[in-house]
């Protein structure tokens, strides 16, 4: 019975923590973003995140990150007419089509570990 519970215990501790948490942006207005609160991964799968812009379109938006003890990041913006959308910086990829944009991974490992956030601006 306890190789059980400690071998679910080591496959929980072996899951990816991505935590996703939206970003308000000053003078927006009544636009915001909605996104997953977290996602979890295995070394070696893929994964995306999703953000989704609600009540208006055309706006910029960014993907940032945070990992523990370091300053906030911009991985990807993506300009208000969505023009230019498609970014790779491995290893990790972003793309916008319309109000969504996704982040994602093609072989997650543990450097992957971080709070990701979503933003929208009306202006760069």
Same mark, same amino acid.
């Given at each position: 019975?306890?190789e059980?519970? &400690?071998? *679910?215990? @080591?496959?929980? +501790?072996?899951?990816? !923590? /991505?935590?996703?948490? !939206?970003?308000?942006?000053? =003078?927006?207005?009544? #636009?915001?973003v909605? $996104? /997953?609160? %977290?996602?979890? =991964? ?5 994964q995306?995140? $999703?953000?989704? /812009? ?10 940032? +990150? $945070? *990992?523990?003890?370091?300053? !906030? =990041? &911009?991985l %990807?913006?993506s300009?208000g @007419?969505?023009? =230019?959308?498609?970014f790779? #910086? ?13 982040? &994602?991974? *093609?072989? !997650?490992?543990?450097? @992957? ?10 202006a &760069?």
């Amino acid at each position: 019975m306890e190789e059980t519970v &400690q071998g *679910k215990a @080591d496959i929980m +501790w072996r899951h990816l !923590l /991505l935590s996703a948490l !939206l970003l308000w942006a000053p =003078g927006v207005g009544s #636009a915001y973003v909605e $996104q /997953l609160p %977290f996602l979890t =991964g295995v070394p070696g799968e893929s994964q995306t995140l $999703q953000c989704t /812009l609600k009540e208006t379109s055309h706006y910029w938006m960014y993907w940032y +990150w $945070q *990992k523990e003890a370091e300053e !906030l =990041g &911009q991985l %990807f913006y993506s300009s208000g @007419d969505g023009s =230019g959308t498609n970014f790779t #910086a491995e290893p990790m990829s972003a793309w916008r089509k319309n109000n969504n944009w996704h982040l &994602q991974w *093609k072989n !997650l490992s543990w450097s @992957d570990s971080a709070v990701y956030y979503c933003a929208c601006s009306t202006a &760069q």
